[in-house]
C-alpha cells in the first residue's frame, strides 16, 4: 500500500515537470484521437468496399471507388497524425529528460557540501545519466501506447457497439479476462524485475571495485578469487535473471492467446449472425478487424510495462535527489567590498556527525598579513577547520568572521572571493590548460597566465607539452601526473590574486626542490597578505609567523617553530621524530 | 555481432529450437485468415452453422497450440539469452583479469566497466529479442506472400512491391539515424563527464564561485542533447506512418484489383479479398516490429564492437610457464638485479634508462628522486606489471620472465600509492595477500603497521565494515590498514610505493622502527620523497630522470651524489641531515 502510494506521488511529480509542455501534450492527445479514430473507421470503409464486392458481374464500381478515394484520404490523415503526435510526444519527453538533468545537476551545487561528500558519485551520475533516460523512455512509452492504447479500446468499443451490440458485448465480457491477465502478470513481472535490478546493482559494484582496482588484484594475485566471488554473483544474476525475463516474456503469448480467443470468439458469432442474416459480409470483415485492434493495446502494454516500471523507480531515484535539502541560503546584509584579510575565530564547535565532535570550543584571532600554518596527526581537523573558513560546512556554534564581520551575514560568492586556495585533491576539469589556469579569472591576460604559470614552475612542461597551453587536459587527466596536477592548481590560484591564501597539503606530490621553488613563488605572492597553510613536511612552514599544533580537533600548542622547539611539546615530538635513530 | 556467435554455439538446441516455435506459432498465426475465409465463405453463404462451429473450435485450438509453442519458445530464449549474457560477463572478467597493466592504461578501467555490465546486458537483450522476434517477422512477411501467391497469383505482385517499398523505407531511415543515434551517445557522455567534474571538484566550484559557468555548461549540453534527440525523432517518428501509408496503399489496391477479378468472374471471391486484406494488416504489424528490432540490435552490435574490442586486446605480458620454477635462495645470489634495463611506455621517451643494481636478502632499501622520475616505473617492473624493455630484471637469481605469476607475485607483498581497500570487514581484507591468514598473523601485522591501536578501539574489531575503497577511514588509517594487509603474508620482499605520505612524522619513524624489528628476513624496498624515511637505508638508490644517480648509503651520498645532497637539504638543513 505504502508502495504504491509512493509509486503514484513519482507519478504525480513527474507529471508537474511535463506542465510547461502542456501545449503539445495537449496536441499530442489531440493527434492520438484523430488519428486513432482514423485508423479504426477505415476499417468500416474497407467492409463497406468489400459489400459491394458481391459476386461476377455485381460489382459497384462506381461506389467502390468513392470509398477507396475515402480510405485514401483517411490513410494520409492517419500518417499525418501519427509522426505528429509521436514527434510531439518525443518532444514533451526529450525537454523534460533535459529539464530533470538539468535541476538534478544544479542540485549538486546547492545541496551542502556533506552530500556529496557522503554520496557515492557513481550512483549520482547515473541518477543524472540513466534514471534520467529511464523517466523519458516510460514517459515516451506511456504516452504513446497508453494514450493511443486507450482511445483504440474506447474506439473500437464504439465502433463494435454501433455495428452489433450483441457481439460488442460478447468482446466487453471478454475485456476482463485480458485485464486479469494483463495485471497478474505485470505484478509477477515487477518483484523479480525489483530482485534483478538489485542483483544488477551489485554486479556493477562489484565489477567497479575489482576491475576499477586491478592494480591492487593484481599486486595480489587476487584475481582467482575475485572471479570466484565474481562468479557467486553472476551466477546468481543468471537465476534471477532468467526467472525475471521468462515471467516478463509470459506477458506477451498469453495476451496473445486472449486476443485469438477473443478473435474466435468474435468470428463465430458474427458468422452465426451472418447465416441468421443480421449481419453483412461486410461488416463481418471490419468486426474482425477491430476485435484483432481492441486487444492489441492491451499485448502492448504489456510489453512496455517493464519500461513503465523502471521508469517509475528511477523517477523516485531522481527526486530523491531533487527533494534534498539545499543549503541555509545566503544571508548579504552585508558585504566585504575590500579584503584586509583580518580573520578571527571564536569559541567554534562543529562535528561531522552529532555523537562524535571533532573541533571543539576554537578560537582564533589573525591579523592581516601573517602566515599560519596548522599542523597535527591525520584526522584532527587541519581540513575541516578549512572547510569553516570557507563555509563548505557551517559551525554547530561559535562565529567565524572577516574584517570584523561575521561571515553568515555575506553570500558565499563574496566570502569566497575573498580566498584563493589550492587542495590536496588537484582538480583539473577536461578543457585546454590556458582555460583551466583562467577558471577563477576569466579576464587574466595571456601574457598573465603565462607569468602565473612560471611562478609556478609550469611552464616549462606545459610549453613541452604536444599544444602548449592549448593541449586539452583529457577526461581522467591521464596525460598529467599527479605533480603537474598541482602545480597547474597552484598557478591557477596565483592568477586570482586572493586577500588571503589557503594551501591544504597543496605541494603533497611535488618532490622537495621543486617545492622550495614554489613556496618561494608563495612567499612573493602572499607579501602583506594572510595565509593558512596545511602541511605534513613541516620543512615548509618553519618561517611561518605562527604554527598551531592541532591534536583531536583542539588547538594544543602555537608559536614559531623556534618557540614551539624550545617548549618541548607535542610538536617538538613531531619534529624531531624526523629524525629518530631507527 | 557476428564474432560473438560462438556464444550462441553453447546454445545451439535454444536457437534452432526457439525460432522453430516461433515459426510454427506463425505458421499458425497464418491459417487463422483462412479458416476465417473459409467460415465466410463456405459457413456463411450455405448457412452451414455446424462448420462454422466446427472451424470456431479449430481457431480455438490453433490458439491453444500457438500459446504453448510461443511459452516455449520464450523460456528458451530467456534461457539462451541470459546464459549468453552471464557467460559473456564471465569471460570478460576473466580476460580483464589476464590483461597487464599496459593494456588497462589503453582501455581504461571505467570503459572496461561499463562494458562489462551495460554493453553485455545490451548483447544479452538483443539475443533474446532475435531468437523471439527477428525469425518471425521475415517468416511473417515472406509467409503472408505465399498464402497471397496461392489466393491469386497477380494480385500477390501487389504484396511484393509493398514489400520493397517497406525495406527500403527502413533502410533509407535507419542509415539516416544510426549515425545520429551514435552522436547522442557522445552527448550523453559529455553530460556525464561534467556531472562527474562537478561532484569530484565540488570545492573548486564553489571556491571559485563557478556555479553560474557550470550551469551554462551542463544547459549547453543538456540542450544540444535534447535538440539532437529531437531532430532524430522527427526521422524515426516517419518509421511506422511511412509503412502504414504503403500497406494500406496495397489495400486499396487489392480492393480495387480484387474488385475487378471478383466483377470479370475468374474465380476469387469476396473471402479472398478479406485474406488478402488480412495478410496485408499481419505484413504491417510485423514490419512495426521489426523496426524496433532494428533499433535494438544496432544498438547492440555497437556493444558487441566494444566487447570484441577487449576480447582482441592480448596481455603484452604473458606467462611462459605454470610450474613453479627452481631459485637460488643462497647469500651469494642477490634477490633483486636489475641489468642494463630500459623502459618506455609505447611510444615516448625513455621512463627508465640503463638501471643496474643489485639488492640483498634482507636489506631494506631507500628509492629516492623528484616527481616524475621513474621510481614507481622502476618497482612495478619487479612483479612483472610491465615488462623491461631492454636488459633483464631477476629475482632469486632467475629472470622474472621464467617465473609463473604466481610464485613471483605471492611472495611480494606491495603498498600501492593509492591507499584502496575492499568492501567487506577488516578481516577480509588482511586475507587478500594470504587466504589462511590467522587472526594472530593479521594482529601482528596491525600492530607492525601501527593500525592495531584504532582497530582494536573499534566496536567490532576485525570484524568491522569496510565501505567501498575504504572510505570509513580516514587517509592516514587507509594507509595503514594497507601496510598491514601487505605484511600479513609475511611477504619475503615488501614494497611501499610512497606508502608513508599520509602519515605524520612520529606515526612514519615508529612504523619503520617497527618493520625494522619485525621483518629481519624481509627484503624492503621504499620509495619515497622523504629523506628522512630512508636516511638509515641499507642502501639508498637515487633516481633522476630516469637514471640512477646514486647507490650507497646516506652519508657517502651526502657527501658525493649532487642529487642526493640538494634533496636532502630542501627538506633538512645541513646539521639535521648529518645527523
Redesign the interface.
Known sequence: MKNSAKKSSSVKKVLKKIKPYSFYLIMALVSAIISVSLTLY?PVL?GN??D????????D?AS??QI?AY??VG??G???F??IM??FT??VS??T??DL??EV??K???VP?SY?DTN??GD??SR??NDV?AVGDGLTQMFLQLFSGIVTIVGTLVFMLTINWKIALVVVVLTPLSLFVAAFIGKMIHNRFTRQQAL?GE???Y?????????????????D???EE??KY??E??EV??KA??AG??A???T??VN??V???V??MG??F??AGTLS?GQ??CF??YA?QYTKPFNEVTGVLTQLQTGIAAAGRVFEVLEADNEIPDNSTKEIEHCEGNVKIENVNFSYTKEKPLITNFSLDVKSGSHIAIV????CGKTTFINLL?R?YDTDSGKISIDGVDIMDIT??NL??C?G?V?Q?S?L??GTIMENLR??NENATEEEVIAAAKAAYAHSFIRRMSDGYNTVIS??G?NL????KQLLCIARAML?NPSILILDEAT?????????RVQKAFAKMMKGKTSFVVA????TIKESDVILVMKDGNIIEQGTHEELLVKGGFYN???N?????? | MIKLRRYLAYYKKECIIGPLCKLFEAILELLVPLVMAGIIDNGVRNGDTAYIWRMGGLLVILAAVGLCSALVCQYLASKASQGVGTRLRRDLFLHINKLSHAELDKLGTPSLITRITYDTNQVQQSVAMAIRLLTRAPFIVIGSMVMAMTINLKMSIIFFIAAILIAVTLYLIMTKSIPIFEKMQKKLDRISLICRENLSGNRVIRAFSKQKNEKKRIDNSTEDLAKTSIRVSILSALLSPVTYIITNVAIILIIWFGAQNVNAGNGMLSGDIIALVNYMTQILLAMIVVANLVVLLTKASASAARLNEVFETQPSVCENTTENIEISESESTPKIEFDNVNFTYGTGDDELEDISFKIKRGQTVGLIGGTGCGKSTLVNLIPRFYDATQGTVSVDGRNVKDYPFLQLRSQIGIVPQQSILFKGTIRDNMKWQNKDATDEDIINALKIAQAYEFVSKLEKGLDSFVEQGGKNFSGGQRQRLCIARALTGSPKLLILDDSFSALDFATDAALRKALRENTKDMTVIIVTQRCSTIKNADLILVLDDGRLVGKGQHDELFENCETYREICLSQLNEEEAKR
Open positions: 477505415i474497407t468496399a468489400i459491394n464486392i458481391i459476386d461476377k458481374g455485381n460489382v464500381f467502390v471507388l477507396l480510405i485514401g490513410i494520409g492517419v500518417a499525418l501519427q509522426w509521436t514527434y518525443n518532444i526529450y525537454r529528460v533535459r538533468r538539468r545537476f544544479e549538486f551545487n546547492t557540501l556529496i557515492s558519485h549520482l551520475i543524472v545519466i533516460d544488477n554486479i556493477s559494484s565489477v567497479e571495485e575489482h576491475i576499477g582496482n586491478q592494480r591492487i588484484v593484481k599486486a595480489f594475485s587476487y584475481e578469487r575475485a572471479f565474481f562468479e553472476n551466477d544474476l543468471l535473471g532468467f525475463q521468462f516474456a509470459l506477451n503469448p498469453s496473445r492467446f485469438a480467443l478473435y474466435a470468439a468470428g463465430i458468422a452465426l451472418a447465416v459480409v463481418l470483415s474482425l478487424t484483432n597535527g596527526p591525520t584526522g570557507m563548505f558565499r560568492d569566497r572571493k580566498y586556495m587542495l585533491d582538480w576539469f577536461n577558471y577563477g577526461e581522467d591521464g601526473s599527479q605533480g603537474q586570482t603533497s606530490s611535488i618532490d622537495t626542490l621543486t617545492e622550495i605534513h613536511r613541516l620543512s615530538k613531531l619534529y621524530s624526523q629524525f629518530a635513530k631507527q
